[in-house]
């Protein structure tokens, strides 16, 4: 059973930061690549940012030039630099992670609980 646990969310104005983690545990074999999504009110889920094993990046044109994913492989962390946070990126961020738990079965994606990230105006 793997577990992603989130934490970093939370209230911030306009122009601000925050920074998201989240930790895998359990009984992970090795993990393919980490991200973020986040879900607004009355929107569906989309990607924000994710990171593979090797260090390649992608963003949301949204978010590009103003988040940074990072990763540390030996503890199955992945965070997001947040700056200068607009109030169109509030929304519940989920963290997500594409892994294996053994080497015989293939891969599939496990999912965090979710974090509130809320930017006043």
């Known amino acids: 059973q793997v577990q992603l646990v989130e934490s970093g969310g939370g209230l911030v104005q306009a122009g601000g930061s925050l920074r998201l983690s989240c930790t895998a545990s359990g009984s992970i074999f090795s993990i393919n690549a980490m991200g973020w999504y986040r879900q607004a009110p009355g929107k569906q889920r989309e990607l924000v940012a994710g990171?593979?094993?090797?260090?390649?990046?992608n963003y949301a044109d949204s978010v590009k030039g103003r988040f940074t994913i990072s990763r540390d492989n030996a503890k199955n962390t992945v965070y997001l630099q947040m700056n200068s946070l607009k109030p169109e990126d509030t929304a519940v961020y989920y963290c997500n992670a594409n892994l294996r738990t053994s080497p015989v079965y293939g891969a599939s994606d496990a999912w965090g609980r979710g974090t509130l990230v809320t930017v006043s105006s």
């Open positions: 990171i593979f094993s090797g260090g390649t990046t």
